[in-house]
């Protein structure tokens, strides 16, 4: 299990900077002025400079990579049910975004802004849990109707 997390946390670094840096991308064609966005105003002026607050930012997105990847070793343990995977999943989760979340100023720091990003949280965190347990519930039919349809044969 150890090994395991420090794989997956090895490989989760460059995987968080990688998604780091494509929602920045995302989020400079959304504004559309033609411009690159890289880090957020607010963090720039935290951090004095253009150059540090990347920095940090993608630091930061290392580590939330980092701890998403290691957590994925949940879903492996076969031993715990689904609704305490998810639990124990979602609170990593929130132990991890959070926190570097209101860092790299991502929300806004008021209590409308914390509100309003851990709704959008939740729902993205739900939207995620509902389409993979679909998609694994139709990978699970399809594989009992083919150990069905082969043991119809025999």
Not at 68 to 76: C, L, P, Q, T
Not at 104 to 129: C, D, E, K, Q, R
């Amino acid at each position: 299990m150890k090994k395991k997390l420090i794989g997956r946390g090895v490989i989760g670094f460059p995987v968080g900077i990688a998604i780091g840096y494509v929602i920045t991308v995302i989020i400079s064609i959304c504004i559309g002025d033609g411009f690159f966005h890289p880090v957020n105003p607010e963090l720039v002026n935290k951090m004095g400079s253009e150059l540090n607050a990347i920095l940090i930012q993608t630091g930061l997105s290392g580590i939330m990579g980092t701890g998403f990847a290691m957590a994925s070793v949940i879903w492996e343990i076969d031993s715990w049910s689904l609704a305490k995977q998810s639990g124990i999943y979602f609170a990593i989760a929130c132990v991890i975004m959070f926190p570097i979340s209101y860092f790299a100023n991502w929300m806004p720091h008021s209590t409308a802004g914390i509100l309003s990003y851990v709704g959008i949280f939740v729902a993205i965190f739900l939207a995620a849990w509902v389409t993979q347990y679909s998609v694994w519930k139709r990978k699970i039919q399809k594989m009992n109707e083919g150990i069905q349809d082969n043991n119809d044969m025999n």
